[in-house]
């Protein structure tokens, strides 16, 4: 089928660079003002949040680091190339095909415990010095957002972890970079995995880098299955969100670094969750043929 958006993907690329610094310019001036105003450590190592006024203040900083480069900056690429059409462009309406729904969700579930093998992995590759303390003070930060002792803290990390990364970063690296901007350069499958290292690498997080790529992966896929990215978004919400529910159900933050299990049961559950996910993705693809 003839893509009626392809034509358009020189002037999105224009638009997508151009919004993305203006929107990193920006967004970095707001977050350094409010880190200033509140006196937030923002990106400093060995910071501890310790109170609930800190903790928010960093929640609200976080995902409006998050909301700007990446919501705001697709939308706004998107809405310049295709005006009242955008959302359509970036795939935000009803599933194409409806039938692939259930399959596309079942996938991705079945396809978790692969993630966590993956993430066991990863975790055993030694990495430098100036990467180990990156990790750590992402690490300081993501616990300060996931420090629970009131019931709007709970609230903001939601917002910040589940909410606005689902639909921002959904938003640009599937609607905007798989959907829009890669498919015109490469095959749809090409796309997937180019779009999910991106996905990956923004990051930063080194030590989770394998296990991120493959989730973009299932977030991908997902969209090209179902032609919907209220799907993915619904999954990476439901994703983040269950990792919020763990922590505050836990009462205690525990960083993805740290991995306390028995490789031998989940290198079986992860094999066996490889192979179902493998013949899924097979049985789909050929749905689309």
């Excluded at 200033?36 to 949040?49: C, S």
């Excluded at 997902?222 to 919907?228: D, E, F, K, P």
């Amino acid at each position: 089928m003839t893509d009626p958006f392809r034509h358009t993907t020189l002037r999105l690329l224009l638009f997508t660079v151009l919004s993305l610094l203006t929107m990193f310019l920006l967004g970095g001036g707001v977050v350094a003002a409010l880190a200033l105003h509140y006196g937030i450590p923002i990106g400093q190592e060995g910071v501890a949040y310790t109170t609930m006024a800190e903790r928010q203040h960093l929640g609200s900083s976080c995902w409006s680091i998050t909301w700007r480069p990446f919501g705001l900056s697709a939308a706004l690429a998107l809405w310049l190339s295709y005006r009242d059409r955008w959302n359509e462009a970036a795939g935000l309406v009803q599933p194409t095909r409806p039938k692939l729904v259930t399959t596309a969700i079942g996938t991705f579930l079945i396809g978790l415990p692969l993630i966590g093998l993956a993430a066991y992995f990863n975790l055993q590759i030694p990495l430098p010095d100036w990467m180990v303390r990156s990790e750590a003070t992402g690490n300081a930060m993501l616990e300060g957002v996931l420090t629970f002792e009131q019931l709007p803290e709970l609230l903001m990390a939601l917002l910040t972890v589940a909410v606005v990364p689902a639909l921002s970063e959904e938003l640009m690296f599937r609607g905007l970079l798989q959907g829009r901007l890669l498919r015109g350069v490469m095959s749809e499958h090409a796309a997937v995995w180019v779009a999910a290292a991106i996905f990956s690498a923004i990051h930063v997080e080194f030590a989770g880098f394998f296990p991120r790529l493959l989730l973009g992966a299932l977030l991908g896929y997902a969209y090209r299955w179902t032609g919907s990215l209220w799907i993915p978004i619904l999954l990476h919400l439901l994703f983040n969100g269950i990792q919020v529910g763990m922590t505050y159900a836990d009462g205690d933050f525990t960083p993805d670094t740290e991995m306390d299990v028995s490789l031998v049961p989940l290198f079986i559950v992860g094999a066996l969750s490889a192979l179902a996910t493998g013949y899924l993705v097979v049985k789909n693809e050929r749905a689309l043929e």
